[in-house]
């Protein structure tokens, strides 16, 4: 799991150190940087995946704007400064540097990844791309003093191949203990055959074995997930819904179909719900369901997602998501109270801890409905909530909320009665 995240001069975040649980909840009142935390988590995954286009970063939930204003607008020098973004997890670290010119149409740049010197390239008969042979080597030696700072021993690699072999072997045990997603044979065998592109391809796989490789903030919305959208950029669900129908239909298979049955069980919550299917003989441009409400007669038919009200798509969204094995690992949704009444949200919240336990998933919150606060247990150092706050320079501050301790002889406060009640802060200044 992913345990800490400190970020520096991202929008309203100057600098910031958030300790995560498996289920952390982040609270506050309106514009205090609770979506920029989870935007700077998302851009440090969309530069782990080296993919750093404005459309890969909206199709993950970052609310793209110029440049400049992507940093931390508190002072003007800021505006040119890169955004530094440090991830670190039970099994893994990642670190990035982010620059941009702010010039029109640039683009975003890892300085901490542009681990491939500039260096000239030959045409080769085939046409291929292909690297001089000692340009290879110094490549070799960057990569590897990079990612293991001890020095590499210094030999030199002629044509012969028993001394490009002994150069091989010799690379292969000085850093093979080094490279824990990626192995040294990999690299020397791509590289030594003068292929630049499997080599590129083999550092790319290093960003592969990171939890939060795929981190998405999704923000589903009542018109993607009622007219079941088609598939977005990032699948199988898309921020706001897409591709929802598709993955039901997937669920409804054999080999999934006890994922199904348990989204079912699951969205008993709501009171009148006794079932949903996939019908059989929909077209490939049709995309319905059919949701059966127990209060009517058994003999009337189905209605679609069309007529359902609001909250029953959200779950349904929310199960899916957390019940699915094609889903993220590590996610976040950003205003999970959203159109759900604040009973069911404080219910919600107890199945989304249970089912991120039982399905080993990470995941964020933000919310601004007190009722999410009732569904945690503070007791259980897996569940975390944080104030989110401005402080008086403006800048995007957090502060762990533990379980608040009863006066002597006095019942305990809830959660969302001490929000209510400004005992944890969180609620806006000027009411």
Known sequence: ??????????????????????????????????????????????????????????????????????????????????????????DENFSCILSNDNLPYS???????SLLPETSLEDSKDESTT?????????????????????????????????????????????????????????????????????????????????????????????????????????????????LFKLIKVLKSEENQNRLNQIKEKLRLIDWFRDLEVPEDLSPLQSSIQIKDKYLDRDLTYFDQKSSNE???????YFALFISDLTPNFF????????????????????LVELAKKQDKQVIFTTHNPAVLDGLDLDDEEQRLFVIYRNQLGHTKARRILKPEPLEGQEPVKLSEAFLRGYIGGLPKNF
Do not use: H
């Not at 505006?79 to 997890?89: A, E, N, P, R, W």
């Not at 030999?155 to 824990?180: F, V």
């Not at 065998?189 to 499997?198: D, L, N, R």
């Not at 959203?338 to 107890?350: G, K, V």
């Open 1 to 90: 799991m992913i345990g800490e995240v400190r970020i520096e001069n991202y929008k309203s975040i100057q600098k910031l150190k958030l300790e995560l649980g498996r289920v952390t909840v982040l609270i506050g009142e309106n514009g205090c940087g609770k979506s920029n935390i989870l935007e700077a988590i998302a851009l440090a995954s969309a530069a782990a995946n080296d993919k750093l286009d404005n459309e890969f970063l909206a199709a993950r939930g970052i609310r793209v704007t110029e440049p400049r204003f992507m940093r931390s607008a508190f002072e003007k020098e800021n505006l040119d400064k890169d955004i530094k973004i440090d991830i670190k997890g039970t």
């Open 107 to 113: 683009q975003w740049i890892n300085k901490t990844t």
């Open 131 to 243: 690297l001089r042979q000692e340009e290879l080597i110094k490549i070799i030696k960057e990569y590897l003093n990079y990612i293991s700072p001890s020095p590499l021993p210094e030999t030199s690699l002629e044509d012969s191949k028993d001394e490009s072999k002994a150069l091989q072997e010799e690379l292969i045990k000085s850093r093979k203990k080094s490279l824990k997603y990626i192995s040294t044979e990999e690299i020397l065998s791509s590289i030594i055959s003068s292929s630049f592109i499997s080599f590129q391809n083999s550092i790319n796989k290093l960003s592969d074995g990171y939890n939060f490789s795929k981190f998405t903030i999704y923000s589903p919305e009542n018109q993607a997930l009622r007219t079941f959208e088609k598939e977005g950029q990032i699948q199988p669900l898309g921020i706001n819904g897409e591709g």
């Open 332 to 351: 976040a949704i950003d205003n999970i109270d959203a159109s759900l009444n604040p009973r069911l949200c404080r219910r919600l919240m107890e199945e």
């Open 311 to 317: 909250g029953f798509l959200f779950l349904l969204f």
